[in-house]
């Protein structure tokens, strides 16, 4: 019968478990040297080793073949094999998904202080631990602190924030890394060597690229993939298989943005959807991307913030000085404001597709200060680097809500504020002011009075001294 890729290449050595190079080594030497400890609780995402990794210190501990516990178990002995089936009487695997309650708890504490019937150890695995409800967990804590000398725990979970400190405080902690993307398509390399398939460059690293750190997740796309095709793996047949990633579809639609190119954008964000990925799955990717060019442009290119393998660390490095840093932060507000409202709406599309095309005509958004200095002549907002002119940019609420308001007036009662209404001459100055219609031909804008009303009983001031010619506060622009 055929067996899963998955399973049939499951590690059985501290030295075959890929990416976890820390973790095996620490295990190792504490059972050369004897300090074996009776709790462990092995933490990380899905499809790292944690459960193989569980097993494994099962067989070093219960290996037949030498009188003690060894790094090396020979994977031949009755128990090595019982242990890596599933079938050991002495090694006992719980699903605390479905053994959550009380009474659980009770069962296995009873059968603890019972000893193991061939092996030296009873070994209790318990899988996704977090599910254990609070009085399950209250009633494991005396046993996990002081349990038997045969009786040893490894706990296992992909939430650690959901298990009680007074359980992590009892035990050995063991964080599993994301697994390297080299490291990934190396091993899939043996794996497709050994089951004598043929690949083109490039598609087993594509393959780990899709599996985001999990090697459960990497060997199930490539059971996928020679479902297809057993003997010679293209990369027509993985682009026709499988999805593109994640960052590739993330980067094209930052490229349209970053080209001021909304039609384009709007239709990398099609593709993206096509894919079958949700509005608000598709945003978390985009803000994750984001925030990594955000990184490489505000730490530098060489900063250890952004974990990513060498081959598109380039390709992000190039990307990220497409924007600056206020505009990243701009764009990661946007995008999390978008991931929120479209989990409420049921226009999920069209939200998305305004906030894209926002991003790619975020340029039109400018400080009027910004703008008039330009129309002056100023030789420094003149000369100013693109990056600069961004930092000036108003990607803020307050320039999604319209203008920037300009020196507001000091606040008055109503009894100082009576209602006046400008004379003609004074609109007809301020039309023909040439400044004013620099600005409106350059931002098709609507002349509006911001002055404040003279206070009462104040001697109002003639047509010909309401305000110099070119004065800016006579005005503002709404687009």
């Excluded at 569980?54 to 994977?75: D, G």
Aim: hydrophobic share 40%; charged share 25%; proline share 6%.
């Amino acid at each position: 019968m055929y067996r899963v890729l998955a399973r049939a290449y499951r590690s059985t050595t501290f030295d075959e478990v890929v990416g976890q190079e820390v973790t095996a080594t620490t295990l190792k030497n504490a059972l050369k040297s004897g300090r074996i400890h009776h709790g462990y609780l092995f933490t990380g995402t899905r499809g790292v080793g944690k459960t193989s990794m569980a097993r494994i210190l099962a067989k070093a501990l219960n290996c037949l073949a030498f009188e003690a516990p060894t790094p090396t178990p020979c994977c031949k002995c009755e128990s090595c094999t019982a242990v890596a089936e599933g079938q050991d009487i002495d090694v006992v695997e719980i699903d605390a998904a479905s053994n959550t309650g009380v009474d659980n708890i009770r069962e296995l504490r009873s059968n603890a202080t019972l000893r193991p019937a061939r092996a030296r150890f009873k070994v209790y695995i318990i899988d996704e631990v977090h599910m254990l409800s609070t009085g399950a967990f209250n009633a494991l804590l005396k046993t996990l602190e002081e349990p038997p000398p045969h009786v040893k725990f490894i706990l296992a979970t992909t939430e650690i924030q959901k298990v009680p400190a007074t359980i992590i405080s009892r035990c050995q902690r063991f964080d599993f890394k994301a697994i390297n993307t080299d490291a990934m398509a190396s091993h899939l390399a043996k794996i497709a060597a050994a089951e004598h398939v043929q690949t083109d460059d490039g598609v087993l690293r594509r393959v780990a690229r899709l599996a985001n750190g999990s090697m459960r997740d990497a060997l199930s796309l490539l059971d996928q993939l020679l479902s297809y095709d057993p003997k010679h793996l293209t990369s027509a047949i993985v682009n026709e298989v499988l999805p593109p990633p994640h960052d590739e579809l993330s980067a094209a639609v930052l490229q349209c943005v970053a080209d001021r190119d909304a039609a384009g954008a709007l239709r990398a964000l099609d593709i993206a959807l096509q894919t079958g990925r949700t509005v608000d799955r598709f945003c978390d990717h985009l803000i994750e991307h984001v925030r990594t060019l955000m990184l490489l442009r505000v730490c530098g290119p060489d900063t250890d913030l952004v974990d990513v393998a060498a081959t598109i660390r380039t390709t992000l490095i190039s990307q990220a000085e497409k924007f600056d840093g206020p505009t990243y932060v701009y764009m990661i507000a946007l995008l999390e404001e978008l991931r929120r409202n479209v989990k409420f709406s049921g226009a999920a599309r069209a939200l998305a597709d305004a906030a894209v095309v926002r991003l790619a005509m975020s340029h039109q958004f400018t400080d009027l200060g910004v703008l008039l200095g330009r129309l002056e002549g100023n030789d420094a907002a003149a000369t100013a680097s693109p990056a600069d002119a961004k930092k000036n940019a108003a990607p803020d609420s307050a320039a999604r809500r319209g203008p920037t308001p300009i020196a507001p007036a000091p606040s008055r009662s109503a009894a100082e504020q009576p209602a006046q209404r400008r004379t003609p001459a004074e609109w007809e100055r301020a039309t023909r002011d040439p400044l004013v219609q620099r600005v409106k031909a350059a931002v098709d804008g609507t002349l509006l009075d911001i002055r404040p009303a003279q206070p009462a009983g104040a001697n109002a001031a003639p047509p010909s001294e309401v305000a110099d010619e070119g004065e800016p506060t006579l005005f503002a622009t709404e687009e």
